[in-house]
């Protein structure tokens, strides 16, 4: 009965780091991308204050976004085990 319940509770614990890991996918990428967008537009606010008209922070901003919607797709997919069974 006691080795019943011991490998249930072990269970249930990897099932959760499984989860927490799965949950944890692109934080990194979607945090970069984020921080670009933000420099961009400080950049260009401040560029736009100094009366010249900057066009090259509009690709950082893009930039940024591309790579925030990178890590939202990573984070939001789902590892192959789990395709499978759902």
Known sequence: MGT???TRRLKVMTE???ETEY???GVKTRL???ILMVLGVLD???TLRGGIPAYEF???ILLGACV???GAVRGGRRPFT???EG
């Open 4 to 6: 019943q319940r011991q």
């Open 32 to 34: 970069l991308g984020f």
């Open 23 to 25: 949950g944890r996918r």
């Open 16 to 18: 959760h780091t499984e």
């Open 58 to 60: 509009l690709l950082l």
């Open 68 to 70: 925030f919607a990178i």
């Open 44 to 46: 260009s606010l401040l």
């Open 82 to 84: 789990e395709a499978g």
